[in-house]
């Protein structure tokens, strides 16, 4: 069956980084579009990056362009998070999901698996 299974939040301070890992199981990893999105305290659950099944095109929110980067190791059925310039408002439960196509997209319906997710808390 398919699983995704984060890894690599904890507490930062603002200004700092942190790397996630979604380690991916139990489908051709390669044929997919994968995606990590966001869940805060309170509010609704919002895509942050996408990539497209071969790496070649990524995606990004407004709200992370130029501090966060998204990639994939195919050999390794792992797609990454880069955070970088961390800041408060980035504190929330970080989810990692299958795509339904290999394309990423923006609409969370467009995803057919999650993981359990990691928490990302940005305090000093």
């Known amino acids: 069956q398919v699983q995704l299974v984060e890894s690599g939040g904890g507490l930062a301070q603002p200004g700092g980084s942190l790397r996630l890992s979604c380690a991916a199981s139990g489908f051709p990893f390669s044929n997919y579009a994968m995606s990590w999105a966001r869940q805060a305290p309170g509010k609704g659950r919002e895509w942050v990056s996408g990539?497209?099944?071969?790496?070649?095109?990524?995606y990004y929110a407004d709200s992370v362009k130029g501090r966060f980067t998204i990639s994939r190791d195919n050999a390794k059925n792992t797609v990454y998070l880069q955070m970088n310039s961390l800041k408060p408002e980035d504190t929330a439960l970080y989810f990692c999901?299958?795509?339904?196509?290999?394309?990423?997209?923006?609409?969370?319906?467009?995803?057919?698996?999650w993981g359990q997710g990691t928490q990302v808390t940005v305090s000093s």
């Open positions: 999901a299958k795509a339904r196509g290999n394309v990423a997209d923006t609409r969370l319906y467009r995803y057919d698996y």
């Open positions: 990539i497209n099944s071969d790496g070649s095109s990524v």
